[in-house]
């Protein structure tokens, strides 16, 4: 019974994160050189708790802003990757991370907005995901967009891009509706 638990939780990690809690907070601890006390901290979250997720006995991340979090802990970690952040940097970086609050787009912080003051697109786009994700799992939102999908296309197409996709796809129809 708690196995099946576990790997319903997993799926329903892998629906609304894109994999497994466990498998995409090892791949940042690996990444960024940290340990599971670090990460927790860095996210907000508590140890116990980081833990449960990591296991499956959690499936969701409740509160956005630790969604947030994550979506700037794995932008970092590629920075880091791909040499463009020093590891000197990144511990700075984690910091910020660290005390942000989450929240709107339209904040005056620094990690959602480009240097002339406007979002980024791809922030815009996470934030988009986040608060949709944070109100219905990825299947439930798909049933939603096929029920609108006969009178309103638009719209479902929307839901499902957003609330079920990927980053980059929706970064991509973000882009191609702009005028």
């Known amino acids: 019974m708690q196995q099946e638990a ?3 939780a997993r799926e329903l990690q892998r629906s609304w994160y894109g994999e497994p809690l466990g498998a995409l907070f090892r791949r940042l601890i690996d990444d960024l050189g940290l340990n ?3 990460l927790a901290a860095v996210l907000g979250l508590s140890a116990p708790m980081l833990s449960q ?3 499956g006995q959690r499936a969701k991340i409740g509160n956005p802003a630790v969604v947030q ?3 700037a802990l794995q932008d970092l970690a590629g920075q880091v990757a791909d040499g463009s952040v020093s590891a000197a940097e990144a511990t700075d970086r984690m910091d910020e991370i660290k005390k ?6 339209l904040s005056s912080s620094g990690q959602t907005t480009t240097g002339s003051g406007a ?5 815009v ?10 109100v219905s799992a990825a299947g439930d939102i798909i049933d939603a967009a096929n029920s609108l999908a006969p009178s309103h296309p638009e719209l479902a197409e929307f839901l499902r891009v957003y609330g079920a996709g990927r980053t980059a796809d929706a970064v991509a129809h973000y882009e191609a509706h702009q005028n």
Do not use: D
């Open 6 to 8: 576990t790997a319903r």
């Open 36 to 38: 599971q006390a670090r």
């Open 53 to 55: 997720l990591m296991s």
């Open 69 to 71: 979090r994550v979506q």
């Open 100 to 105: 942000t609050q989450g929240g709107s787009v």
């Open 119 to 123: 979002p980024t697109v791809k922030r």
């Open 125 to 134: 786009v996470r934030e988009i995901q986040s608060l949709l994700r944070s």
